[in-house]
């Protein structure tokens, strides 16, 4: 008994991952052109970022879904996706999915750095964040992926409160 | 992870979590359903000899379409199995109470129709019987 509930606590503390709400440690966001972008430029607007695999269908489709979004919430929001699998086209992932948010390029590491994962872990795609004004992180999907924010309806009642807690405050 | 602080209306969750347990867990119940039930059904006509090779063939079709393209929109994951399984079996045993599937010709639609004899219907069965030694 005693010795289960130490191997839980073992495996919950090796697969912990930066917890919500904390602070957006800053990233800067090189797209392929050379343009670099940090994310405190964004801040007073509710940023929806997502770490991506350019090659990923579940991130190909996502895109698509956050461009939607970014629209809706034009003024409001800003999008940005960084990718971070080897070789990614971003030019050619922007044209392709009619994409006209920023897409940098980044490394694993820097990824999990970002997302306060341990550097190794294997990391679902994508990994979407929201990050509302003042530059807190107040969601995040699981390590190894969250559906739920790759989806139009639930992620655009997300944004709604995240924009409206902004707004109370 | 989502900080609880956000007032997100619970309806956009439940929405989103109904259709995933649509997908995961009754769509493969659905599909191992369908395609056996679908092939008995088909066998059972071609057994009884009396429908025409169009019909067959569009019968036939029709089914392995239905099946594959289940197939191509089932979520595969190993947890589907069991469930794919399920719905194979509920058709096998919902089929096995099934004596014969014909398609009599209906009289006022005049086109050909599916129609089930269970084992219990002894009327039917033996009408079935008739007919077929009469054909014979």
Redesign the interface.
């Known amino acids: 008994m005693k010795l289960g509930l130490f191997l839980l606590l073992v495996s919950l503390t090796l697969d912990a991952q930066g917890l919500v709400p904390r602070p957006a440690p800053d990233l800067r966001i090189v797209e392929a052109s050379g343009k670099a972008t940090t994310l405190s430029t964004f801040r007073g607007r509710v940023v929806l970022l997502a770490f991506i695999s350019t090659q990923c269908a579940h991130c190909q489709r996502a895109s698509m879904v956050f461009q939607q979004l970014s629209h809706e919430f034009a003024g409001n929001l800003q999008v940005a996706e960084v990718a971070f699998d080897e070789g990614a086209d971003t030019p050619a992932f922007t044209k392709r999915f009619g994409l006209s948010f920023p897409i940098g390029v980044s490394n694993t590491d820097l990824t999990h750095d970002f997302l306060g994962i341990a550097h190794g872990e294997r990391l679902g795609t994508p990994q979407v964040v929201v990050i509302d004004r003042s530059g807190m992180i107040r969601a995040q999907s699981e390590r190894l992926g969250s559906p739920i924010l790759q989806t139009y309806d639930y992620l655009r009642e997300l944004l709604k409160a995240t924009i409206k807690l902004q707004v109370a405050r | ?3 609880h ?5 619970p309806a ?2 439940l ?2 979590h109904l259709k ?1 347990g649509f997908w995961l867990y009754a769509w493969p119940m659905i599909i191992g359903f369908v395609t056996i039930l679908g092939y008995q059904a088909l066998g059972r006509v071609v057994m009884m000899g009396a429908a025409k090779w169009p019909v067959v063939f569009a019968m036939a079709s029709v089914v392995s379409m239905i099946s594959l393209f289940g197939w191509v929109t089932m979520v595969r994951f190993i947890g589907m199995i069991p469930l794919y399984g399920c719905g194979v079996g509920l058709a096998s045993a919902i089929m096995s109470r099934i004596y014969a599937v014909t398609m009599p010709l209906h009289p006022k639609l005049k086109m050909r129709v599916i129609r089930v004899i269970w084992r219990g219907d002894t009327e039917g069965i033996q009408k079935l019987q008739q007919a077929l030694r009469a054909r014979v």
Not at chain 2, 5 to 9: E, G, H, K, N
């Open positions: 992870m989502i900080d602080s956000l007032s997100i209306p956009a969750a929405v989103f995933q």
